[in-house]
């Protein structure tokens, strides 16, 4: 017996008058999602999976519907970031999948599991080419973009399938798991009790991964021989969710650490270890670097030149991905297996009387880490009218300071960079921004998640620009009544509001915006509360106001619009014309 994937089939799924209870596709991807622990999905629907989304919601699933589909998948990415479990975006064909698939590459590139589940047409057309309605070979599109893509033709391995596609976002590197379920399968039927019976619980989907006995004494023997080690803590240690035992390492070392963006919180950025205002200082001068889950990527400048120093260093790097060793360096001490696991060996491995680092290394940095906050501080308390990104980032710096369990989400590029270095994090996986790519875009998406997926109160701060590439996921704020206070901070545009159209032509440039938009009164149209701030005063009361009260909030922050640098703190990336002056 087959159906249409219009067909609701509800009253199939426990038809009475049959002789023996029958299930369908849709019944058994919800319950293959549920029996392994997955209760929401993100997504937009449309066909063919609106009868899905509406069964999950039915079932018990929370299904939260977005008004595009990369918002959908970025929140799923960043839910499975701050569960350990993958988040599930489900979209629509061709062109909801396109969308959704940057979420997807992103998710892969900055290792969060995530599974993107979308509709597509039947093979016979696909393959024929036949021009189906929104027609495209979605698999094949997927695969350079993910870990793993897996299709789904029969009901019977909807479980099997639905394991696969967990098994892959979470064990190992973590990451985008593509999951083509074509129309037709949703309608399929099958003996219920066989369908059950065919469903798969993951056991262990992220098994430990033990680091070598070996590896762990080459570790400790390079570290001993340092005189002046950092520890690099990145993103991957704080999914890791080894809080306690990284701490422990830290402080049993005695070592420098510096947190990666995402990493801040994992220790307390005031702790007395914490190289962070010092970052320059420490990379540059350090002999042994410790990497924890961190790449050695464009974000430090690949391990090598100017930022690094002119003396030759040794590394050491834990990660649960061996072809992650010597990608741009030489590692002198790959530690390969998972954070926890590596992190407790070398704890293990620390004998009583393990030596603290001279304190002419620990005590340099601490002396330039108070050398720079003191600095800091006088810019961080101006009154400028319109407020600099110091003024309105020391307001929030202190709210954050007062809110240690508040989530920040973070993109722009002035906004982004400022906002990294002047507000402190307290706690781990608190702090969620553009991460691996430095991508724009991710603000609502991820705001909405983390509101859904830990229940605390959200501050997004958003350069105007960034803001916009999300923006209208405010409506979904709204609509699901999330504690999310967005601030935007508003300087007329990308990097600047002042840029001119070097011909003197009638469009203005290229990076600015409308002047003086007002974004608090998008918040307003959708029974949000908006508010326009033009000084540190108003934009805290504002923000407590939010926090307080948990009603969704847009803050229209004034900047100035010559504040900001072109690209913020990475415009060394941009390449410049030989023979033209901008
Ligand atoms: P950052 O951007 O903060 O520097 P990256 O995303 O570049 O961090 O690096 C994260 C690294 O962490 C990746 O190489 C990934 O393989 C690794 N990783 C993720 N989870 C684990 C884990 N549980 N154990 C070991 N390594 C992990
Ligand atoms: C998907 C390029 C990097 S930062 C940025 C853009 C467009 C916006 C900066 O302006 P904003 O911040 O947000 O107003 P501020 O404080 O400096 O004024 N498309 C994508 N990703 C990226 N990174 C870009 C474009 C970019
Ligand atoms: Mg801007």
Known sequence: ??????????????????????????????????????????????????????????????????????????????????????????????????????????????CFPMIL????????????????????????????????????????????????????????????????????????????????????????????????????????????????????????AA???????????????????????????????????????????????????MMIGARLNWLLSHGRGKTWGTEPKKFIQIDIDPEEMDSNVGIAAPLVGDIASCVSALLDGMDGNWAAPPAEWTGAIREKVETNVAKMAPKLRNNNIPMDFHAALGALRTIVKERPDAILVNEGANTLDFARSIIDMYQPRKRLDVGTWGVMGIGMGFAVAAAIETGKPVLAVEGDSAFGFSGMEIETICRYNLPVCVVVFNNNGIYRGTDVNPSGGRDVATTVFVKDSRYDKMMEAFGGVGVYATTPDELTRAVNEAMDSGKPTLINAVIDENAGTESGRIGNLNPQSAVSKK
């Open 1 to 110: 017996m087959s159906t249409t994937a219009t067909d609701t089939p509800k009253q199939k799924s426990h038809d009475k008058s049959a002789t023996h209870a029958l299930t369908d596709g849709f019944h058994l991807i919800i319950d293959a999602l549920k029996l392994n622990g997955i209760n929401t999905i993100y997504g937009v629907p449309g066909i063919p999976i609106t009868d899905f989304g509406r069964l999950a919601q039915a079932e018990g699933m929370r299904v939260i519907s977005f008004r595009h589909e990369q918002h959908a998948g970025n929140a799923a990415a960043i839910a499975g970031y701050l569960t350990q479990k993958p988040g599930i975006c489900l979209t629509v064909s061709a062109p909801g999948f396109l969308n959704g698939l940057t979420a997807l590459a992103n998710a892969t590139t900055n």
């Open 117 to 236: 589940i979308s509709g597509s047409s039947e093979r016979e057309i696909v393959d024929l080419q036949q021009g189906d309605y929104e027609e495209m070979d979605q698999l094949a599109v997927s695969r350079p973009h993910c870990k793993a893509a897996f299709r789904v033709l029969h009901a019977q391995d909807i479980g099997i399938g639905v394991a696969r596609a967990i098994r892959a976002a979470c064990s190992g590197r973590p990451g985008g798991v593509y999951l083509d379920l074509p129309a037709k399968l949703f309608g399929q039927v099958m003996d219920a009790e066989a369908g059950r019976r065919s469903l798969v619980k993951v056991v262990d989907p992220a098994p430990r991964q033990l680091p070598a006995p070996d590896a762990v004494a080459r570790a400790l023997d390079v570290l001993r021989g340092a005189r002046r080690p950092l520890i690099i803590l990145g993103k991957g």
């Open 239 to 289: 999914y890791a969710r080894a809080d306690e035992d990284i701490r422990a390492l830290v402080e049993k070392s005695g070592i420098p650490y510096l947190p990666m963006s995402m990493a801040k919180g994992l220790l307390p950025d005031d702790h007395p270890l914490s190289a962070g205002a010092a970052r320059s200082l420490a990379l540059k001068e350090s002999d042994v670097v």
